[in-house]
């Protein structure tokens, strides 16, 4: 089966640093995607790792172990508009794209 | 880069009456696509992905359905809805793996 866990909810507060994580076990893996919803929008994109390491896009970065099906998401400098849900998604065999369920970060003044 | 459109954006439907929802890919060709719904404030389930035209992957049984009569074209379809069948309904769009983007979504109420 395909499993993706990621934590329900977390807060943090402005101008500090946020770790997202998501663990996944999945049948095949051909990469792994990182969006932010905010409520009653539709995701959008924010970063894509297939390979181990860390990507940096500004304020954002993501990680990726694959040995380990592990990643996270780093939100540094934190703004009120990053209050969100923060979705890992899997792309498995088959090119399927499976989501967890999501985080739901709330930023405090 | 790649403009998905999805429309409409909102729709109130009986419960019994047909649906058609349509999504539209511009900017890339051979693109793999995806429906996924999203009940309020869960996660998001996928329903159907598509590789290449004509080919359909259904994830879950229900009573909705899925064409793609052409590359860039992905139509969601039920011939009788359910009130279970209310949500966010959302289309996805990936060309390279790479980058994988959505349309912005149609909210469906069943009445």
């Known amino acids: 089966g395909q499993n993706i866990d990621q934590p329900t909810e977390m807060t943090a507060t402005e101008g500090a640093i946020v770790q997202i994580n998501c663990t996944y076990q999945t049948s095949g893996f051909n990469g792994l995607f990182w969006y932010q919803q905010h409520a009653g929008e539709a995701p959008t994109f924010l970063s894509y790792?297939?390979?181990?390491g860390l990507e940096e896009k500004g304020r954002f970065s993501s990680f990726l172990s694959r040995s380990k099906g592990y990643s996270y998401l780093l939100l540094k400098e934190l703004q009120m508009k990053d209050s969100a849900s923060y979705l890992c998604?899997?792309?498995?065999?088959?090119?399927?794209?499976?989501f967890g369920k999501g985080t739901r970060l709330h930023i405090l003044p | 880069s790649q403009t998905i459109h999805q429309w409409p954006a909102t729709l109130v439907q009986p419960v019994g009456s047909p649906l058609s929802l349509e999504c539209t890919v511009e900017g890339t060709s051979n693109p793999n696509l995806y429906w996924y719904r999203q009940a309020a404030g869960r996660g998001l389930q996928l329903l159907f992905y598509?590789?290449?035209?004509?080919?359909i992957s259904s994830e879950v049984p229900q009573n909705l359905s899925a064409s793609r009569p052409q590359d860039r074209q992905f139509i969601l379809s039920s011939k009788k809805l359910l009130l279970s069948d209310s949500g966010f309904y959302l289309c996805?769009?990936?060309?390279?793996?790479?980058?994988?983007?959505f349309g912005q979504g149609t909210r469906l109420t069943v009445v």
């Open positions: 790792n297939v390979l181990d």
């Open positions: 598509s590789v290449g035209i004509g080919q």
């Open positions: 998604a899997v792309m498995v065999r088959s090119d399927k794209i499976i």
């Open positions: 996805a769009s990936t060309s390279d793996r790479a980058e994988a983007f």
